[in-house]
């Protein structure tokens, strides 16, 4: 083996410590490690002295240390700590090399910063890694932007650390620039969805159905044996039997009810919104958090009238497979969103993105990793150009399965004053899709009123405007 490294790693906090680990257990690898503090570099040779490590204690070594072409992956935090790595590396690669980002960018900053290096000759490469601590150790999901002939390269040295599920490696080059922080933004805000539907279930189940903590788990446990079958399903159950030691209450009973975010879930809100593609899913699991981290206004609130009637709950098996339904339901809209954004942001920055592909490479190692993941490769596989996820037969059974279920849970819900909203805008989103005419229709009409905004016809081509004075006489505007 040669004495260089084949592959380096820069920042070895938790996530780059152990990718790089991954990486000196792969035939063929050899890793090159820096860290601004060399104190952890020297950690890291002397807890894993069996790992293929070549530690570096200047960026001049680690660079050094690497063959042509150099291949370098950062992992450390976002904004401008990237930036300055970006540059130290840019300043003394040479053209051909490749500089990948692998933390949680933003996908307008990889853009830029692929513009920048690339004008040096050199690849960038924003590459989206999922899976947390045990994905980056035992094997991520990845999904790399950059050129074609980065992925030459760098593909065969994700493929051998990625997770692996029938067979595959659990990665694939999605597009150029900005394309793969891209898609790992929408699986986050897909994610942030697929965790609150999660939650929703949960306080019915337990408000409403009177079951505890322990029985839920019993619950999900069974669910994750069926078509909800996922990693969320599977620590859900997990988390929910755990008990607190100090009191020997269940543990989620002694958790503030305040929950945080690292900022990807209303990144994929703004840009879904900035491109018109409607995941309402997807914001209220935002909202939802950040109606819960309003603990001023939640603490101090007055006695707020409620009017909420009690649900009658005579057969609790049917009760706890409504719930199952609706959440079956509202998770599909939640996937099908996030698809629908992918594509338009495809479509938007000319990224040829195989939806089916992504699909694929979300099975194994990230956070979303499910069952019927495997289904929507398939409805892109066999209708690549498919307009929504919900136009698949197999899809568009599961929700005439779940519908009836689905609507008795959200109506139940708002009756009986427990918040679910989630459940509620993916059912509204959902009837929205399939309603032959919408409301929109006054709404350029007010439009029109109050800011001459125009409006189109259903009889006629062309733009038109009402004078709303007391002759009511519409012109034509184009």
Not at 123 to 152: C, D, N, Q, R, W
């Amino acid at each position: 083996m040669s004495e260089k490294a084949n592959i380096g790693v820069v920042g070895l906090a938790v996530m780059g410590s152990n990718l790089a680990r991954n990486l000196a257990s792969r035939a063929g690898n050899r890793v090159a490690i820096y860290n601004r503090s060399a104190d952890k570099t020297q950690l890291l040779t002397k807890e894993h002295p069996e790992a293929n490590f070549l530690a570096s204690e200047t960026i001049d070594d680690f660079v050094a240390n690497l063959t042509k072409p150099r291949t370098a992956i950062i992992m450390v935090q976002a904004g401008a700590g990237t930036d300055a790595v970006i540059e130290q590396l840019a300043e003394r690669f040479e053209p051909g090399d490749i500089i990948v980002d692998g933390g949680n960018a933003l996908y307008t900053d990889t853009m830029r910063r692929e513009k920048e290096v690339s004008a040096k000759g050199i690849h960038f490469v924003g590459a989206g890694i999922s899976g947390g601590e045990e994905g980056a150790l035992k094997g991520p999901s990845i999904m790399p932007g950059g050129t074609k002939e980065a992925y030459k390269t760098l593909g065969p040295i994700l493929e051998s650390i990625a997770a692996v599920v029938a067979g595959e490696p659990c990665v694939t080059h999605i597009g150029s620039d900005g394309a793969g922080h891209f898609v790992k933004m929408i699986h986050n805000g897909i994610e942030y969805a697929d965790m609150q539907l999660i939650a929703e279930s949960y306080d019915l189940l337990r408000q409403s159905g009177g079951f505890s903590p322990k029985e839920i788990a019993d619950i999900f446990t069974e669910w994750n044996k069926g078509e909800l079958e996922s990693y969320l399903i599977e620590i859900t159950a997990e988390v929910l039997k755990q008990t607190d030691a100090k009191t020997g209450k269940p543990f989620v009973d002694i958790v503030v009810d305040a929950a945080g975010s690292k900022g990807t879930g209303v990144w994929t809100v703004q840009t879904s919104l900035n491109l018109g593609v409607p995941v309402s899913g997807i914001a209220e699991a935002v909202f939802a958090r950040s109606l819960s981290s309003q603990t001023e206004q939640r603490q101090g609130k007055p006695e707020l009238p409620a009017q909420n009637q009690t649900w009658n709950i005579t057969d609790k098996e049917l009760f706890v497979e409504s719930v199952r339904k609706a959440l079956y339901a509202s998770k599909i809209i939640a996937y099908a969103q996030g698809f629908d954004a992918i594509r338009a942001g495809a479509k938007e920055f000319g990224w040829e993105i195989n939806l089916g592909e992504v699909a694929k490479i979300w099975r194994g190692g990230c956070i979303i990793r499910a069952q019927f993941l495997n289904r929507i490769t398939d409805a892109y596989r066999s209708k690549p150009n498919l307009l929504s996820l919900l136009f698949d037969d197999y899809f568009l059974k599961a929700i005439d399965d779940s519908v009836a279920a689905w609507r008795e849970v959200v109506a139940m819900a708002a009756l009986t004053g427990i918040p679910a909203p989630a459940f509620a805008s993916s059912l509204s989103y959902y009837d929205g899709l399939r309603a032959e005419r919408l409301p929109a229709a006054l709404v350029q009409g007010q439009r029109d009123f109050f800011g001459a905004h125009t409006y189109k016809r259903v009889d006629q081509p062309g733009t038109f405007h009402t004078r709303w004075s007391q002759d009511r006489s519409e012109v034509q505007t184009d």
